[in-house]
């Protein structure tokens, strides 16, 4: 009777503590889930706010450089000197901007030392004083200086520089360049950013003509692409429900969207323009809650585990009897366990599971084992990997100590059965008690197949990128064909004139030579060749600095005679750069996308012109590769699938299907670049184009990191 009475209070406090557990944990775990969600949409906002920014200040910084560089222009001071406006053309500026150029909408004016419009690039109107009506240029009039604002004016929301022009220290007029925003909000759609320009409503009456033509409760919309949902969002909320955001950032149910205001003032520090940012909440990275949430179960799960048998030998110690029992009950916890489970002090092995037994299926019961073995440690196989414990010892600490002080870490290891190698993640748990010794549970979760799924797929990116080498070969071998054609005839065509005249008598020394000579230029032209594609299958993977143009010019040149013979046209304007990585892989990805270029131009009739663009520049910390064709373009339907392995638009037997898929996993994942392709539309020439752009991005690196 007092067994069964012991048994029911232990059993009751088992099930109090773990409903306490419980609802601890689950606190607990809503509370770091709460926090770390939090902390993530202050971050996207933050970031959001400072990319927008960056992009403003870039604009802004740029339409200045713009009005600086073109104030100096001989044509503006002399125009304004004969007070002959007919000596410029401002609108040929502006487009000459938007062909060669990111920018589109660029209006340039110019005004006289009295305030007088001398000529503007949108309008034919000119003549009129703007001293009332701009107090910008009345103090530019006063006080001649460069200034650089961001305004609201007649038409639109702009950035305006001024610069005062001089001749020889003489005041004689003003240039302006005036931009727009619509560019802002395209680049920061890229970025994965919705955004809606607002303007003050109290600059509704100035905006006679307004540019986007939409408006919202009195406020201008100043971005062409606003989106029709997040329009109708703030249409819906009203305007004023966002401007009165007391957080960085709020989330919208309904649409499932973070949004963060990027507030922009006037010159007199009053409201002028509100920059409102959306983003989908499915695009930001939550991967640290899914995983802190699968954690504190886990843990969770363990702890209440370990207060059962905590429990459970806190009864053995007072009750002899019971003492069988309980220890039947502990060995049932374990063997219900799939996992490998120790029960140990830190030295020495307590207890184990069925699925320990099993493994090390040499000894019948856990006595055989200790008396052999005292740690499980003695079977943990070498492996090179950081992740994986190989001794009993580390960094002055037993390997259990270790697991225990980097429970945030997943530490593994490797022991052998039936000399096979089974990879394992380790867990621990400890607790102590006044009146037992240390007592630790350590768990074995076999994660084998998860190892060789990771290894396989590393196989298979190996033998695609080999695949895509003998591709390449191909090609190569081919254009050896087209390079050695011409040499080869120029010798045999020597050779047999040698003979033949030899044989008539008709050949002189002086045409002997000569004909000689051309048999040794064509012989070492052929050996030059040879070297050329001889570095293209060099396969050593090391990094190495090397300059950018130059690999381009040996990419180039191992297709040069396949262009010429189908009429293509190469237009290049190249910036050298010297970066570090592996040369060989660049080559091959340029190469690819050459060969994509000249399939796809093939098929164009032979009237048609055949153009390839190559461009190549630094940008910021990177070095930008453009390379363009007037191939027509991708399908729309089907450019998102161009870098899929196998995937090709070509016969069976004109393509494989990975060469675009090898070029962008050597980019993105050995050179820790990007490579991406979008159409484009373009002028050459006087003449209308459209075509497939790829565009790679290399960061600009002289050393291993």
């Known amino acids: ?38 902390y993530n949409f202050l971050n996207t906002a933050k970031k959001m706010q400072e990319q927008t920014k960056i992009l403003i200040d870039e604009k802004r910084n740029a339409t200045l450089a713009i009005a600086l560089s073109l104030a100096e222009d001989s044509l503006f001071k002399k125009a304004l000197l004969n007070n002959d406006s007919s000596q410029i053309n401002l609108h040929n500026f502006s487009m000459k901007l938007r ?42 009039i006063k006080k001649p200086k460069i200034m650089s604002t961001i305004s609201v004016g007649k038409f639109d929301m702009t950035f305006k520089s001024m610069v005062p022009i001089f001749d020889n220290s003489k005041f004689i007029g003003i240039f302006e360049v005036i931009t727009h925003f619509n560019s802002i909000a395209v680049k920061l759609n890229k970025k994965g950013i919705n955004p809606v320009i607002l303007v003050d409503k109290k600059y509704k009456k100035q905006l006679t003509h307004p540019f986007t033509k939409i408006f919202i409760n009195d406020y201008y919309v100043a971005n062409l692409n606003a989106g029709k949902q997040q329009l109708n969002i703030i249409k819906n909320k009203k305007i004023e429900h966002f401007l009165n955001y007391k957080s960085q950032y709020h989330i919208e149910e309904p649409s499932q969207q973070l949004i963060t205001i990027f507030n922009l003032p006037d010159i007199n520090g009053n409201p002028m323009s509100y920059c409102i940012l959306f983003k989908p909440l499915s695009s930001i990275d939550m991967s640290k809650v899914s995983q802190t949430q699968t954690a504190m179960v886990f843990y969770m799960l363990l702890f209440i585990l370990v207060i059962g048998l905590i429990l459970y030998f806190m009864a053995n110690k007072k009750y002899n009897k019971q003492l069988q029992k309980q220890q039947q009950r502990n060995k049932l916890i374990l063997d219900a366990q799939p996992y490998i489970m120790v029960l140990t002090d830190g030295e020495h092995i307590v207890d184990s599971n069925p699925a320990f037994l099993n493994f090390f299926n040499k000894y019948n019961n856990i006595e055989e084992f200790v008396q052999e073995h005292d740690c499980i440690c003695d079977f943990f196989e070498k492996y090179d990997s950081d992740d994986y414990i190989q001794e009993k010892n580390i960094q002055n600490k037993n390997w259990i100590d270790y697991i225990l002080n980097n429970s945030d870490k ?77 040499p080869l005839s120029v010798i045999s065509t020597a050779s047999s004139g040698i003979v033949m005249q030899k044989e008539f008598g008709t050949i002189s020394e002086e045409q002997e030579i000569k004909m000689l000579n ?188």
């Open 99 to 140: 062909k060669y150029s990111d920018f589109k909408n660029v209006w340039f004016h110019l005004i006289t030392k009295d305030g007088i419009s001398f000529s503007r690039s949108w309008i034919q109107k000119r003549g009129d004083s703007l001293i009332k009506a701009r107090l910008d240029v009345a103090k530019m």
């Open 410 to 486: 997943n530490i593994k290891v490797v022991m052998k059965k039936d000399n096979t190698l089974h990879h394992f993640l380790v867990k621990t748990a400890e607790t102590k008690s006044k009146e037992e010794s240390r007592f630790i549970v350590v768990v074995f979760v076999d994660i084998t197949k998860e190892i060789d799924t990771i290894q396989d797929l590393r196989e298979k990116e190996k033998l695609l990128a080999q695949q895509s080498k003998m591709a390449s070969m191909g090609e190569m071998l081919e254009n050896i064909a087209h390079q050695w054609r011409q």
């Open 518 to 705: 051309t048999i040794t230029n064509s012989a070492q032209h052929l050996s030059r060749t040879i070297d050329d594609f001889r570095n293209f299958f060099k396969t050593h993977k090391e990094k190495t600095i090397f300059s950018v143009k130059d690999i381009y010019k040996k990419t180039v040149s191992l297709l040069e005679s396949k262009f010429k013979n189908r009429e293509i046209e190469v237009v290049e304007n190249i910036k050298d750069v010297e970066i570090y990585g592996l040369d060989s892989e660049l080559i091959q990805a340029i190469m690819n996308i050459l060969n994509n270029a000249r399939d796809i131009l093939e098929t164009k009739e032979k009237h048609q012109r055949r153009l390839i663009f190559i461009d190549i520049y630094p940008h910021n910390k990177n070095i930008i590769i453009k390379i363009k064709d007037n191939g027509g373009g991708i399908p729309n339907d089907i450019i998102n699938k161009v870098f899929e392995p196998y995937f090709t638009t070509k016969h069976k037997s004109q393509g494989t299907g990975i060469g675009l898929y090898m070029s962008e996993e050597m980019i993105s994942k050995h050179m820790k670049g990007n490579l991406t392709v979008e159409n484009e539309e373009f002028e050459y020439e006087g003449e209308s184009y459209k075509g497939a752009c790829f565009t790679i991005i290399l960061p600009i690196t002289k050393e291993k990191k």
């Open 1 to 38: 009777m007092q067994q069964k009475y012991i048994n029911s209070i232990l059993f009751l406090v088992f099930f109090v503590t773990s409903i306490v557990t419980y609802i601890i944990f689950d606190n607990i775990t809503q509370s770091k889930i709460d926090s770390l969600k939090h």
